[in-house]
């Protein structure tokens, strides 16, 4: 788990890809990533097409670059709605700050699970798939709309 959240920081921009109810690929940029709890976390506002997205089909993609080299991330973003759990992610991306705070009622973090990375580059063939955390712990609730 610490290479690819190393991995992730270390190309500031990854891209998330979410499917809609009509099975419409969409992909969009992220930058904010933390560990916590043993898991990867990803953040985002409850208010966009993406969360809603998430909700409905929790299946996502992430891929991001850095230094000719890059990732691919399989997983289950099941959101988390332990206070402790976005206090991680904004002490971990203090510019979220400015957007948003723990109990506002907007901010949402979600933890990947299930997750496999898989490191690519250029100049060699990609290593044996990775997997980054299991089954989801009872603490962590999901939320359907």
Known sequence: MKRALD???EAKTFYLATVDESGQPHVRPFGAVCAFD????????NQKP???QIV????VEISGMAGGSWIRLKAKAVEDDR???????LEANPSLRGMYRED?????????TDATATFCSF???PEKPRILAMKVRKSVTVIAR
Not at 83 to 89: I, K, L, N, Q
Not at 104 to 112: E, R, S
């Open 7 to 9: 991995f992730l920081n």
């Open 56 to 59: 409905k089909q929790p299946k």
């Open 50 to 52: 993406v969360y809603d």
């Open 38 to 45: 043993g898991r990867l976390y990803i953040c985002t506002n």
């Open 83 to 89: 206070v402790e759990a976005r206090r991680a992610m």
């Open 104 to 112: 506002d009622g907007l901010f949402v973090v979600l933890a990947l």
């Open 123 to 125: 100049t060699s063939a």
